[in-house]
Protein backbone atom coordinates (compact mmCIF):
# COMPACT_ATOMS: atom_id res chain seq x y z
CA UNK A 1 0.00 0.00 0.00
CA UNK A 2 1.74 3.53 -0.69
CA UNK A 3 2.31 6.10 1.03
CA UNK A 4 1.73 9.54 0.15
CA UNK A 5 3.62 12.88 0.50
CA UNK A 6 1.68 15.71 -0.46
CA UNK A 7 3.58 19.13 -1.52
CA UNK A 8 2.66 22.75 -0.97
CA UNK A 9 3.89 25.56 -2.78
CA UNK A 10 6.66 25.94 -0.92
CA UNK A 11 7.81 22.19 -0.46
CA UNK A 12 9.93 22.03 -3.68
CA UNK A 13 12.11 24.77 -2.70
CA UNK A 14 12.95 22.83 0.49
CA UNK A 15 13.87 19.77 -0.52
CA UNK A 16 17.99 18.66 0.88
CA UNK A 17 19.21 15.70 0.93
CA UNK A 18 21.75 14.07 4.06
CA UNK A 19 23.30 11.98 5.69
CA UNK A 20 23.09 10.10 8.81
CA UNK A 21 25.79 7.62 10.62
CA UNK A 22 22.76 7.05 13.14
CA UNK A 23 20.73 5.55 10.46
CA UNK A 24 23.39 3.36 9.34
CA UNK A 25 24.03 2.03 12.37
CA UNK A 26 20.53 1.12 13.34
CA UNK A 27 20.04 -0.17 8.98
CA UNK A 28 23.09 -2.60 10.18
CA UNK A 29 21.51 -4.23 12.85
CA UNK A 30 18.28 -4.53 11.04
CA UNK A 31 20.03 -5.90 8.27
CA UNK A 32 21.76 -8.87 10.48
CA UNK A 33 18.20 -10.14 11.24
CA UNK A 34 16.54 -9.53 7.30
CA UNK A 35 18.34 -12.33 5.41
CA UNK A 36 17.20 -10.69 2.34
CA UNK A 37 18.61 -7.85 2.86
CA UNK A 38 22.28 -8.95 3.14
CA UNK A 39 23.27 -9.93 -0.48
CA UNK A 40 25.42 -7.10 -1.12
CA UNK A 41 27.28 -7.15 2.28
CA UNK A 42 28.38 -10.63 2.54
CA UNK A 43 32.01 -9.62 2.98
CA UNK A 44 31.09 -6.96 5.30
CA UNK A 45 28.79 -9.76 7.56
CA UNK A 46 31.86 -12.19 7.55
CA UNK A 47 34.11 -9.68 8.89
CA UNK A 48 32.02 -8.25 11.84
CA UNK A 49 30.57 -11.73 12.68
CA UNK A 50 32.83 -12.20 15.70
CA UNK A 51 31.49 -8.65 16.75
CA UNK A 52 28.02 -8.81 16.31
CA UNK A 53 28.09 -12.11 18.34
CA UNK A 54 29.44 -10.13 21.57
CA UNK A 55 26.19 -7.61 21.38
CA UNK A 56 22.88 -8.10 22.78
CA UNK A 57 20.83 -7.00 19.79
CA UNK A 58 17.49 -8.47 21.12
CA UNK A 59 16.25 -5.05 22.31
CA UNK A 60 16.79 -3.50 19.13
CA UNK A 61 15.28 -6.37 17.14
CA UNK A 62 12.48 -6.43 18.99
CA UNK A 63 11.20 -2.91 18.30
CA UNK A 64 11.90 -3.89 14.30
CA UNK A 65 8.48 -5.29 13.18
CA UNK A 66 8.38 -6.94 10.23
CA UNK A 67 5.49 -4.68 9.00
CA UNK A 68 4.48 -1.82 11.14
CA UNK A 69 5.94 1.14 13.23
CA UNK A 70 9.96 1.60 14.30
CA UNK A 71 10.40 4.40 16.89
CA UNK A 72 10.95 7.13 15.23
CA UNK A 73 13.07 8.98 17.98
CA UNK A 74 15.73 6.19 17.80
CA UNK A 75 16.63 7.46 13.77
CA UNK A 76 15.47 10.83 13.56
CA UNK A 77 16.04 12.89 10.63
CA UNK A 78 19.58 14.52 10.53
CA UNK A 79 18.76 18.83 11.39
CA UNK A 80 21.87 18.78 9.05
CA UNK A 81 23.51 17.43 5.59
CA UNK A 82 26.06 15.34 7.68
CA UNK A 83 25.72 15.27 11.12
CA UNK A 84 28.21 13.27 13.15
CA UNK A 85 27.04 10.74 15.17
CA UNK A 86 27.72 11.34 17.98
CA UNK A 87 25.50 14.61 17.57
CA UNK A 88 22.80 12.52 16.77
CA UNK A 89 23.34 10.10 19.68
CA UNK A 90 22.75 12.69 21.70
CA UNK A 91 19.71 13.44 20.34
CA UNK A 92 17.85 10.48 21.05
CA UNK A 93 19.11 10.16 24.69
CA UNK A 94 17.07 14.21 24.84
CA UNK A 95 13.62 12.08 23.95
CA UNK A 96 10.74 13.03 25.71
CA UNK A 97 9.96 9.66 27.61
CA UNK A 98 6.30 10.35 26.98
CA UNK A 99 6.96 10.16 23.24
CA UNK A 100 9.21 7.04 24.00
CA UNK A 101 6.49 5.31 25.47
CA UNK A 102 4.00 6.42 22.20
CA UNK A 103 6.83 4.95 20.12
CA UNK A 104 6.91 2.04 22.12
CA UNK A 105 3.80 0.90 22.15
CA UNK A 106 3.05 1.18 18.66
CA UNK A 107 6.31 -0.74 17.78
CA UNK A 108 5.63 -3.72 20.26
CA UNK A 109 2.00 -3.46 19.40
CA UNK A 110 2.91 -5.05 15.87
CA UNK A 111 4.50 -7.97 16.71
CA UNK A 112 2.96 -10.67 18.57
CA UNK A 113 4.01 -10.89 22.34
CA UNK A 114 6.25 -8.12 22.01
CA UNK A 115 4.59 -6.26 24.41
CA UNK A 116 4.64 -9.08 26.57
CA UNK A 117 8.20 -10.22 26.75
CA UNK A 118 10.09 -9.32 29.28
CA UNK A 119 11.96 -6.85 27.21
CA UNK A 120 8.91 -5.02 26.35
CA UNK A 121 7.66 -4.61 29.99
CA UNK A 122 10.83 -3.24 31.07
CA UNK A 123 10.15 -0.37 27.87
CA UNK A 124 6.72 -0.30 28.89
CA UNK A 125 7.43 0.39 32.89
CA UNK A 126 10.26 2.65 32.32
CA UNK A 127 10.90 4.71 28.79
CA UNK A 128 13.34 7.36 30.34
CA UNK A 129 15.31 4.06 31.57
CA UNK A 130 14.71 2.40 27.79
CA UNK A 131 15.79 5.03 25.97
CA UNK A 132 19.21 5.67 27.71
CA UNK A 133 19.82 0.89 27.44
CA UNK A 134 18.94 1.44 23.59
CA UNK A 135 21.33 4.92 23.20
CA UNK A 136 24.32 2.92 24.61
CA UNK A 137 23.16 -0.35 22.57
CA UNK A 138 23.55 1.81 19.70
CA UNK A 139 26.79 3.36 20.27
CA UNK A 140 28.30 -0.25 20.98
CA UNK A 141 26.48 -0.98 17.51
CA UNK A 142 28.16 1.81 15.87
CA UNK A 143 31.45 1.16 17.38
CA UNK A 144 31.56 -2.78 16.85
CA UNK A 145 29.31 -2.67 13.07
CA UNK A 146 29.85 0.70 11.57
CA UNK A 147 32.80 3.12 12.30
CA UNK A 148 35.54 0.95 11.38
CA UNK A 149 34.06 0.87 7.89
CA UNK A 150 32.32 4.33 8.59
CA UNK A 151 34.87 6.12 5.71
CA UNK A 152 34.25 3.95 2.79
CA UNK A 153 30.32 4.13 3.54
CA UNK A 154 30.55 8.19 3.99
CA UNK A 155 32.20 8.48 0.41
CA UNK A 156 29.76 6.17 -1.37
CA UNK A 157 27.04 8.05 0.67
CA UNK A 158 28.35 11.73 0.00
CA UNK A 159 28.96 10.31 -3.78
CA UNK A 160 25.06 9.90 -4.10
CA UNK A 161 24.24 13.11 -2.79
CA UNK A 162 26.40 14.59 -5.02
CA UNK A 163 25.44 12.86 -7.86
CA UNK A 164 21.43 13.25 -7.35
CA UNK A 165 21.97 17.20 -6.14
CA UNK A 166 23.29 17.38 -9.73
CA UNK A 167 20.59 15.51 -11.40
CA UNK A 168 18.18 17.63 -9.32
CA UNK A 169 19.96 21.24 -10.93
CA UNK A 170 19.71 19.88 -14.40
CA UNK A 171 16.33 18.02 -14.21
CA UNK A 172 14.38 19.54 -11.74
CA UNK A 173 12.36 17.87 -8.80
CA UNK A 174 10.28 15.31 -11.17
CA UNK A 175 13.22 13.91 -12.90
CA UNK A 176 15.16 13.87 -9.19
CA UNK A 177 11.66 11.93 -8.05
CA UNK A 178 11.59 9.68 -11.35
CA UNK A 179 15.36 7.81 -10.78
CA UNK A 180 15.94 7.68 -7.00
CA UNK A 181 14.27 4.66 -6.47
CA UNK A 182 11.48 2.29 -8.85
CA UNK A 183 9.27 2.64 -5.63
CA UNK A 184 8.60 5.97 -6.22
CA UNK A 185 5.76 7.79 -8.57
CA UNK A 186 5.29 11.49 -8.50
CA UNK A 187 2.09 12.32 -9.84
CA UNK A 188 2.62 16.49 -11.13
CA UNK A 189 -1.26 17.10 -11.18
CA UNK A 190 -1.81 16.30 -7.53
CA UNK A 191 1.87 17.62 -6.60
CA UNK A 192 2.51 14.13 -4.31
CA UNK A 193 4.77 11.66 -4.44
CA UNK A 194 3.19 8.37 -3.84
CA UNK A 195 6.15 5.41 -2.16
CA UNK A 196 5.19 2.01 -2.28
CA UNK A 197 5.47 1.28 1.52
CA UNK A 198 3.92 -0.65 4.23
CA UNK A 199 0.85 0.89 5.10
CA UNK A 200 -1.77 3.18 3.32
CA UNK A 201 -0.75 6.91 4.54
CA UNK A 202 -1.37 10.50 3.66
CA UNK A 203 0.99 13.14 4.98
CA UNK A 204 1.25 17.04 3.76
CA UNK A 205 4.23 18.53 4.22
CA UNK A 206 2.70 21.26 5.11
CA UNK A 207 6.08 23.96 4.48
CA UNK A 208 8.82 21.97 5.76
CA UNK A 209 9.92 20.58 2.60
CA UNK A 210 11.25 16.75 2.30
CA UNK A 211 14.71 14.93 3.67
CA UNK A 212 16.17 12.95 1.24
CA UNK A 213 18.75 10.23 2.54
CA UNK A 214 20.63 8.07 0.50
CA UNK A 215 21.92 4.89 2.78
CA UNK A 216 23.95 1.63 2.44
CA UNK A 217 21.71 -0.98 4.43
CA UNK A 218 18.45 -0.16 3.51
CA UNK A 219 18.72 -2.32 0.17
CA UNK A 220 16.91 -3.07 -1.57
CA UNK A 221 13.65 -0.95 0.65
CA UNK A 222 13.06 2.57 0.66
CA UNK A 223 11.56 3.43 4.01
CA UNK A 224 9.50 6.48 5.06
CA UNK A 225 6.55 7.32 7.52
CA UNK A 226 8.87 9.41 9.80
CA UNK A 227 5.53 11.10 11.85
CA UNK A 228 5.35 14.60 13.49
CA UNK A 229 7.85 16.20 14.89
CA UNK A 230 10.02 14.99 12.91
CA UNK A 231 10.38 16.23 9.25
CA UNK A 232 9.39 14.40 6.23
CA UNK A 233 11.68 11.82 5.28
CA UNK A 234 12.25 9.04 2.63
CA UNK A 235 15.23 6.43 2.65
CA UNK A 236 16.83 5.43 -0.25
CA UNK A 237 19.17 2.57 -1.18
CA UNK A 238 22.49 4.47 -2.41
CA UNK A 239 23.96 4.24 -5.44
CA UNK A 240 26.91 1.81 -6.05
CA UNK A 241 26.20 -0.43 -3.04
CA UNK A 242 27.26 -3.77 -5.23
CA UNK A 243 30.63 -2.51 -5.97
CA UNK A 244 30.92 -1.12 -1.66
CA UNK A 245 33.04 -4.18 -0.16
CA UNK A 246 35.13 -5.39 -3.05
CA UNK A 247 38.99 -3.90 -3.19
CA UNK A 248 38.76 -1.14 -5.53
CA UNK A 249 42.36 -2.32 -6.67
CA UNK A 250 40.78 -5.56 -8.20
CA UNK A 251 38.46 -3.30 -10.67
CA UNK A 252 41.83 -2.20 -12.35
CA UNK A 253 42.94 -3.58 -16.03
CA UNK A 254 46.69 -4.97 -15.85
CA UNK A 255 46.91 -3.13 -18.95
CA UNK A 256 46.23 0.22 -17.53
CA UNK A 257 48.72 -0.15 -14.66
CA UNK A 258 51.55 -0.65 -17.10
CA UNK A 259 50.16 2.21 -19.33
CA UNK A 260 49.57 5.06 -16.30
CA UNK A 261 51.30 3.22 -13.11
CA UNK A 262 49.45 0.77 -10.41
CA UNK A 263 48.95 3.80 -8.14
CA UNK A 264 47.83 6.43 -11.15
CA UNK A 265 45.76 3.50 -12.76
CA UNK A 266 43.87 2.19 -9.07
CA UNK A 267 42.98 5.78 -8.30
CA UNK A 268 41.39 6.52 -12.01
CA UNK A 269 39.53 2.86 -11.60
CA UNK A 270 38.32 3.43 -8.21
CA UNK A 271 36.23 6.75 -8.94
CA UNK A 272 33.13 4.78 -9.89
CA UNK A 273 31.08 7.79 -8.17
CA UNK A 274 32.56 11.68 -7.30
CA UNK A 275 34.67 11.56 -4.65
CA UNK A 276 37.38 13.31 -2.47
CA UNK A 277 40.58 12.91 -2.01
CA UNK A 278 40.38 11.56 1.89
CA UNK A 279 37.37 8.95 1.26
CA UNK A 280 39.60 8.05 -1.83
CA UNK A 281 42.86 7.62 0.03
CA UNK A 282 41.05 5.66 3.12
CA UNK A 283 39.13 3.35 0.11
CA UNK A 284 42.65 2.68 -1.69
CA UNK A 285 44.91 2.33 1.58
CA UNK A 286 46.95 5.15 0.31
CA UNK A 287 48.32 8.25 1.96
CA UNK A 288 46.29 11.25 1.17
CA UNK A 289 49.23 13.46 -0.24
CA UNK A 290 49.82 10.27 -2.60
CA UNK A 291 46.14 10.40 -3.61
CA UNK A 292 46.27 14.06 -4.35
CA UNK A 293 48.98 13.92 -5.98
CA UNK A 294 47.90 11.31 -8.67
CA UNK A 295 44.87 13.03 -9.06
CA UNK A 296 46.46 16.44 -10.21
CA UNK A 297 48.12 14.84 -13.12
CA UNK A 298 45.19 12.79 -14.27
CA UNK A 299 43.07 15.93 -13.96
CA UNK A 300 45.97 17.86 -16.03
CA UNK A 301 45.84 14.78 -18.15
CA UNK A 302 41.97 15.51 -19.13
CA UNK A 303 41.24 12.01 -17.43
CA UNK A 304 39.26 14.06 -14.51
CA UNK A 305 37.44 16.72 -13.98
CA UNK A 306 36.82 18.53 -10.08
CA UNK A 307 34.32 20.84 -8.50
CA UNK A 308 33.70 21.82 -5.30
CA UNK A 309 30.88 20.22 -3.20
CA UNK A 310 30.05 21.71 0.57
CA UNK A 311 33.59 21.31 1.79
CA UNK A 312 35.36 19.47 -0.58
CA UNK A 313 36.85 18.77 -3.97
CA UNK A 314 34.61 15.89 -5.57
CA UNK A 315 37.08 14.57 -8.56
CA UNK A 316 35.17 12.17 -11.24
CA UNK A 317 36.08 10.56 -14.46
CA UNK A 318 35.43 12.75 -18.11
CA UNK A 319 34.37 10.75 -20.63
CA UNK A 320 37.98 9.83 -21.48
CA UNK A 321 38.63 9.16 -18.05
CA UNK A 322 35.23 6.77 -18.41
CA UNK A 323 36.29 5.08 -21.87
CA UNK A 324 40.26 4.46 -20.66
CA UNK A 325 39.01 2.63 -17.33
CA UNK A 326 36.46 0.22 -18.69
CA UNK A 327 37.23 -3.14 -18.35
CA UNK A 328 36.62 -3.88 -22.14
CA UNK A 329 39.76 -1.25 -22.27
CA UNK A 330 42.20 -4.65 -21.36
Do not use: K, N
Not at 216 to 230: E, K, L, R
Amino acid sequence: MPYHLRFGEADPLRIRFAVSPLWEAHSAVRVLARPRQQGYHLPWMRRIAGAARGLDLAPLHLLMPARGHSPDFLYPPPLGPAASFEEEIEAVRRTDPALALHDFERALAATPGAAESDEGRRMLADPGGAVGRLAELLRAAWEALVAPDWPRLRALLEADVAYHSRRLAEGGLERLLGELHPSFDWAAETATLRVDYHGEHVRPLDGQGLVLMPSVFTWPDVVSGFDPPWQPTVVYPARGIGGLWTDARDRTPEVLGRLLGPVRADVLCALTEPMGTTALAHLLGRAPSTVSAHLAVLRDAGLLASRRYGHQVLYERTPLGLAVSQPGAE
